[in-house]
Structures are given as structure tokens and as C-alpha cells.
């Protein structure tokens, strides 16, 4: 009888749903018995997700960015953020939390802070140390807008008025014969498409990312606009903007970034790209995978305006500028990267990556996470108040 009863109650065990609890504390060293499939990726367990965002190079084919021979090692002011109390509200009912407790509900992976050049607060989840690659999902998007900026002082892309087919032939006659890399960056192509990632059929999830499949699938869907006219997210034109750019370099995006951001600007670690296909070209709206400390440094290059420390200037002149500022077609985004009224601007990606910056005050805020939704109106609301707490808190 008492076997009996062991065995029923082990085998419920082992049918049990797999809870965020048992992701929270995945040891690393467990983590290829989680790995999921690339290509459900959207719907990874709790445990999948912890695994599969420090792994990205298990889940399929990356290329590799070699961290700089001359790291530019950060300094450290730190400030006691421990203690910081996140509040706001979110559907008029006041919200509060620790850090601890905002750690656990939006199961964070790293928050780093750094003010005025220096790392203010520097804090780790999930098993993460300041040596894990993990995920960034659209980050990679803002990575791509500054590359294309390089593109652009280094004279291989003309200006972001240059219509898309002039780099990539194979759409000439589609839809997007009267599209421009500017209507890329803004995300106004005019062209349908569905994003929503809770949707098995939207496009987002059936589209097929190997780069010539993936031109005869947007060349299918129908114009619902004119360019530049209206602001539809839609990550698989950031791919076509990062082939779009790979077309004019005659290169990599991640040889690219090694030699005119990774290498010069001193990143610490190695990056790595994944491709649309072995051999092949990179994600351009996903999935770059980099330490929280680099999250930070893309970030410090962005606030520096593209500058190097010896002031050389890798990205078109005024391009941080054209970049943060307001398109027709949606106020709150620019060139891949996502904007606020009060001039602080990000890139982000979904379940929780994000790097913030604020010029105002000199701080950036890069973050790690392995959040239960792609996105929530909730999320957002949370984090913009750790935002806030942050800033009040290192400006004092």
C-alpha cells in the first residue's frame, strides 16, 4: 500500500505544470535539460525561458562578437538601492513594492544602473552573474539603428531616403517598391501585419525568418497604408532592415558591430548574434545576447551620441538626434527606438529586456528579465515606476 501511494504521488510530481518557482533557482549547470525549440520560442516554459535566454548559441546557429582586447572596465559610485520603494499606480488602483518584491514578481535576471559614467547598483536573479549572455530580444532592434547610422558616416548606405529595393532587389515589384529605410526605422511601412505574439496564428508566428522565404511572405501582404503615414510594429521588416544593411556593407552585422561599436567602445565580453539560417544572415529584430554590463555599454555609447572615449565619432553626424526624434506617424518612436515626452528614450524587448536612457541626468538603465508575458500594460506600469525610483534616487 505505501508504494502504491509513493508511486501515485510521484507520478503526479512528474505531471505537475511546471511552476515560475522551480525557474527561479535553475542552476546553470542544469540548464541544456531545459532547452526548448527555437521555434516556440514565444511559449517557453518558465524554466525554458531561464534556459534558453543565457544559451541563445544552444537553441541554433549564432555568429560570435569577440569581446574588445581593451575593455573599458566601468568604475563603481555605488548608491544603496536595496531599500528603494517602487509605487505609482496602474487602472487607478495605487500599487507598492521592494526591490526584492519587484525582483520576484517580474522575475528579473540583472538590473544595472550606471550614472554619470559609473555603475551606481548592480544587482543579479535567476542564477545570473555578471558573466551570463542573456537574450535581448528587440534591444537588437536599436542595436541595428545605430549600425545603420555607422552605415551611413561610412558612406555605404546614401541617406534613410534611399528606397529598401535599392539594397534589396528581390523585393522590386512588391509592396515595398515605394518604401524607404526611414519608413522602416519608424516602423511605417504601410504594410499589413500582425504582431501579436499571444496569437498562434498572427503573423509574427507564422512568418517564415530564412531571408528569401521570408521576402516572398512580405511581399504577399497587402499595402493597408502610405508610408510613413502610420506606425505598425513589425519585427520582420527590422530583419529585412538588418539584411538591408548586411547588403550594403557587404558584411556580417556582427563583424559589423565588432569593429565599429563591440571592439572600440571597449565591450568586456563576447556577444553573440543568432542567424536566420545556417550560414546565413542575422536576426535584425532579435535576438543579440550580451552580458547586463554591455546591455549597459550599448547603452553609454548611445547617451555619448556614437562617440568613442577619444571622442572619435562612429555614427552619422546628428544621427542619436534624428534618431530620439518623434516621427509623423507616432510620437512615441523613433528609429528603432521608443520615446518619452520627457526626452528619456529605449530600446526594449519583450518579457523584460530593456535598456533606458535619460540624458538629462546621465543615467542609463539596462535590465534582464524572463517575465511570464511578452507584454503587459501592467509590466510597463511597473517598470516605469522602478524608473522613476531610480532616478529620483540617483539624482539626489
Known sequence: MRITILLIAACLALSAPVSWADALYLDPADDEKHLGSQDNILFWTPLEQVAGY?????????????????????????????????GGMFEDEPFSLSMDE??????????????????????????????????????????VSLLIGAAIRDG???????????????????????????????????????????????????????????????ADKPRVAEPGSVFNYNTAETNLAGNLLRSAIGNNLSSYLRFKVWEPFGMEADAVWPLTEPGGGEFGGCCLAATLRDYGRIGLFALRGGRLADGTLVLADGWMNESTTPSDSAPYYGYFWWLRPDGTYRAAGIFGQGIYIDPANKLVVAIQSARENATSARDSALQGALLQAITVAVAR
Open 54 to 86: 543565457r544559451n541563445s548559441e544552444k537553441i541554433g546557429p549564432t555568429r560570435r562578437v569577440p569581446a574588445s582586447s581593451n575593455p573599458a572596465m566601468l568604475a563603481y559610485q555605488l548608491r544603496d538601492l536595496d531599500n528603494l520603494e517602487i
Open 102 to 143: 519587484y525582483f520576484d514578481q517580474q522575475r528579473v535576471g540583472g538590473l544595472l544602473v550606471i550614472k554619470d559614467g559609473a555603475i551606481a547598483y548592480e544587482r543579479y536573479g535567476l542564477g545570473n552573474t555578471e558573466s551570463t549572455r542573456w537574450m535581448s530580444f528587440s534591444v537588437s532592434k536599436s542595436v
Open 156 to 218: 555605404y548606405i546614401n541617406s534613410v531616403d534611399d528606397k529598401v529595393t535599392t539594397y534589396l532587389p528581390h523585393l522590386k515589384g512588391s509592396v515595398y517598391d515605394q518604401t524607404t529605410i526611414r519608413n522602416l526605422l519608424q516602423m511605417a511601412s504601410g504594410v499589413e501585419w500582425n504582431e501579436d505574439y499571444k496569437d498562434p496564428e498572427a503573423d509574427i508566428n507564422q512568418a517564415t525568418w530564412q531571408s528569401l522565404a521570408l521576402y516572398e511572405y512580405l
